[in-house]
């Protein structure tokens, strides 16, 4: 079942981790970024896609 444009596929969420700590992601649909608490970054989503770069992710606030 396809998902809708703001959202990420549930299985994908699962194994992606942040390329600096290794520790879990969170989904932010208001953003739509990957939340990486731990490293205090935002990794952006494009056309659908994790850009999963750390010159890419902006820090958290």
């Known amino acids: 079942m396809p998902h809708p444009q703001n959202s990420v596929d549930p299985k994908l969420l699962e194994i ?6 290794k520790g879990p992601l969170k989904f932010s649909s ?9 490293a205090g970054l935002a990794y952006p989503i494009r056309d659908g896609i994790p850009i999963m ?4 992710a902006r820090e958290l606030t």
């Open 16 to 21: 992606l981790v942040c390329p600096l700590t």
């Open 53 to 56: 770069l750390e010159s890419e």
């Open 30 to 38: 208001k953003t739509q970024e990957l939340i990486s608490e731990k």
